[in-house]
């Protein structure tokens, strides 16, 4: 039986899609784009479900060079296994910063202002055998 993809969490982003999108809440009063949707800034009726950009500039980011404290983080690494990653803060244009996970941890390859893209990305494995997928942003190419 082929492993089923989920996301680590439900109402981060549209899943199963061939074009996800984070979701995100925009607060009907003052158009204000909230991220992730699902914590409640504001009440649902106030709001409207949006679907926020996929590009968006690098903010700002740093090197996550050691193994997060668990919990919260529910990684599959040990110390012995962590390896570093990016994190970063996406501004999507008109819309909201976002937190995210780089697929790139190498310095030399991230520039404040850079253009960046959503892309879907193994996780870890769940208790069930199925594979547990997040969102990140990627350089965009070219």
């Known amino acids: 039986m082929a492993k089923q993809q989920v996301p680590v969490q439900e109402g981060l982003f549209t899943w199963p899609s061939d074009s996800p999108r984070l979701i995100g809440r925009r607060e009907k009063k003052t158009g204000r784009v909230y991220f992730p949707a699902i914590h409640h800034y504001v009440a649902d009726e106030d709001s409207e479900e949006v679907l926020l950009n996929t590009r968006g500039k690098l903010w700002t980011w740093t090197i996550q060079g050691f193994l997060p404290k668990n919990p919260p983080y529910k990684g599959p690494e040990t110390v012995e296994t962590f ?57 965009v190419e070219g």
């Open 83 to 139: 390896k570093p990653y990016g994190v970063g803060y996406i501004e999507l244009p008109g819309e909201v910063i976002v937190e995210s996970r780089l697929t790139v941890a190498d310095p030399g390859k991230l520039k404040i202002g850079m253009e960046m893209e959503l892309t879907i990305i193994p996780f870890r494995e769940d208790e069930n055998g199925n594979e547990v997928i997040t969102y990140a942003f990627k350089p």
